[in-house]
């Protein structure tokens, strides 16, 4: 059975996951329409993918049976009622919303199992998750992440001007040490990754985030460390950014596209 896709958002990610599906000409997906809110980028598609419907709003995917958001926080949540009530697969990108959205989190939290399978959470940045599920059987006690990117991405962070953090060109600085909460809602575009490992650990308060600007890579580092009875355990990701957009890393998109193949 083929199943349709509905793609909100056409950055990086989106056009990465557009061109995917359809260069494979993949029997069991197809992009049945895409929405964007920059209407040139709208025109571009439907100029190069023909068969392809333009979505008039956020929620005009009655025809899909998969809807993958690529595009801001808020967006998860102005779809997410729609989403549920429609009973369609749902892959968001921009998981930090679950945590930084507070009525939407209690939403999320709140959905009977059933239904929450069906909203289903790419890895992202990272990965190991199969470890995670297996150490939550017996229990997490300790979850941290520590992300480390260039000065490039943060320069025009609302959060760095607004605390009057200074960028150092010589040295790495710390620009945030707190918990994935707070983390994702002043990052919102940069530690999703934040909040993919709350959802799975220990949830936005509990789990802790240290985010360093850094001039000397030019990578997107992150490091996780969970500690449980079972025994302790790092991860490390040093992942290349996407060719497109510093903020956001290549393996990112990858597992978007890897995620929507395994529904």
Known sequence: MTKKIGLIGLGYIGTTILDAINKEENENLIIQAVYDIDKVKMKEIAEKYPSIRLMQHLTDFQDCDIVVECAVQQVVADVFDEIV????????????????????????????EIKKKNIILPSGAIGGFDCVETIKLIGITSA???????????????????????????????????????????????????ARLALSTLGPEKTSVEMIADPSISKNIHTIEIESEVGKYTFIFENNPSPTNPKTSWLAALSSIYTIKTI
């Open 85 to 112: 009530k429609r009973g369609k697969y749902f892959v968001p990108m921009s998981i930090g919303a679950f945590i930084s959205l507070p009525n939407l989190f209690s939403k999320y939290q709140k959905l009977a």
């Open 144 to 194: 941290k992440l520590q992300t480390r990117k260039p000065n490039r991405v943060f320069r025009n962070n609302k959060y760095i001007k607004s605390n009057n953090i200074k960028l150092n060109e010589n040295s790495s600085v710390i620009i945030f040490k707190g918990n994935a909460k707070l983390a994702t809602t002043y990052f919102p575009r940069s530690i999703n990754v934040a």
